[in-house]
């Protein structure tokens, strides 16, 4: 199985900065390893820190754009067919419209930290016609560091950037704890401001 990722990130890092979009977009092979090996292909010299960089925001978030187009135009009915397909189960839709439902948009940028989640929570935020222009910004923002921490994470794996979910494992835990955090300000924040109104 190694052996066969190594290949499709071979070929994707052929394709430059369009190979690394590519590899993001697709999801077949989770995005901190392509990022991870990105990484690597930036110490050898093949690319470039601010173009692969560019390309891994570009790449992830026209990823959660084709699921939060899902989510609106073919709502529940085409994921519950499909979704295995985006190798989505179904309680991961309903995990993520549950917190969208409870913590509303602003859950968009907090969730992509949180495992599971992450990419499922694109799917309800279609589904509810969240603003695409939100929804692209809170992405985006969201997109930036995850891009910047796992590029980073390879450089310093170097050839051994195969390691990277177990280089990853340290930070996770505080990411994830601050991306809660995050959520739930977000959430009496807002609470607040209805109260006040």
Do not use: C
């Not at 570009?58 to 985006?86: C, D, E, M, N």
């Not at 599971?116 to 969201?142: D, E, N």
């Amino acid at each position: 199985m190694e052996a066969i990722i190594v290949d499709v990130l071979e070929w994707l890092t052929n394709l430059g900065y369009i190979g690394i979009a590519l590899g993001l977009m697709l999801e077949v092979i989770p995005s901190e390893v392509v990022l991870g090996y990105g990484g690597y292909m930036i110490v050898l010299g093949k690319i470039g820190i601010i173009g692969a960089i560019v390309a891994g925001v570009i790449g992830g978030t026209v990823a959660q754009l084709i699921l939060y187009w899902i989510g609106s135009i073919g709502g529940r009915p085409f994921l519950k067919k499909y979704g295995k397909f985006l190798l989505l189960k179904e309680h991961h839709i309903d995990l993520s419209e549950a917190w969208f439902k409870k913590y509303g948009s602003g859950v968009i940028f907090g969730a992509r930290f949180i495992p599971v989640v992450r990419h499922a929570i694109s799917i309800p935020a279609g589904i509810a016609k969240m603003s695409i222009w939100k929804f692209t910004l809170y992405t985006v923002a969201a997109m930036i560091p995850w891009t910047i921490f796992f590029l980073y994470l390879g450089m310093e794996l170097g050839s051994n950037w195969m390691y990277i979910k177990e280089a990853a494992r340290p930070f996770i835990i505080p990411i994830i704890s601050i991306s809660f955090l995050m959520i739930i300000v977000y959430f009496f924040t807002k609470k607040l401001q209805m109260k006040n109104t």
